[in-house]
């Protein structure tokens, strides 16, 4: 991966300030050889430094849970390392990096929550921290399927994005003539005949009930 715009101007920048040193204060070809190699080493200690720069694997190896990898110059963990993969099979329970046989380290989302919803094809970037490689993107990473069932509590629905196959469970039974009266729930329900009878009823008995209250 090349270096960041920001990185290069800098270094552009430290060239142009040694070329114009030289050419104004009548600087020699050793001092200019010095100036290139000094150069030189930062640019190779930026290209060498793991974290700064997000390792491409080709392939992964291992199981659809377990994914291992080789990536030349990881010879250990550290904050801020970050490769990016694509996975090989769907996976079907929360899944591990294992890079260089450095050990198995977790994947999880920007929540914390393990990811095992990995799709083959699909390509991810994870980003180390603190013992678990860190999902990137994440406005972008699916939750899976949720499945709701109503119930007498409000049930939060997860953010992110869902895989399609998610739904709101039905129940036959859920039928306008099976609901008490004066018992709204969530929405109104059309009424059965049979329930626009009674309440018809009720209003009469309630307003002859008015008129022979008044003439009395």
Not at 29 to 45: D, F, P, R
Not at 71 to 92: D, E, H, M, Q, R
Not at 117 to 131: E, H
Not at 151 to 179: C, F, M, P, R
Request: glycine fraction near 8%; hydrophobic fraction near 40%; include cysteine.
């Amino acid at each position: 991966m090349k270096p960041s715009a920001q990185h290069m101007n800098w270094l552009l920048n430290r060239a142009y300030k040694c070329i114009l040193d030289l050419q104004q204060n009548g600087g020699n070809i050793e001092e200019l050889e010095q100036s290139v190699h000094a150069l030189e080493n930062k640019i190779s200690s930026h290209v060498d430094d793991v974290a700064l720069h997000t390792k491409w694997i080709e392939t992964v190896g291992g199981i659809a849970n377990a994914l291992t990898a080789t990536v030349p110059g990881i010879t250990s963990y550290k904050n801020g390392l970050a490769v990016s993969f694509p996975a090989t099979s769907n996976s079907t329970a929360a899944v591990t990096l294992n890079i260089n046989g450095l050990g198995a380290i977790p994947i999880k989302n920007l929540n914390g929550v393990a990811v095992s919803n990995l799709k083959a094809s699909g390509v991810y970037t994870v980003r180390y921290r603190a013992g678990a490689f860190i999902l990137q993107g994440e406005s972008e990473v699916e939750i899976g399927k949720q499945i709701i069932k109503p119930s007498t509590t409000k049930q939060t629905i997860l953010k992110w994005l869902h895989d399609g196959t998610g739904y709101v469970e039905g129940d036959s039974n859920l039928t306008a003539s099976n609901i008490l009266a004066d018992k709204p729930i969530l929405m109104d329900m059309p009424k059965s005949a049979e329930q626009e009878q009674i309440d018809a009823l009720t209003q009469a008995v309630a307003e002859l009930s008015l008129l022979v209250g008044g003439g009395a």
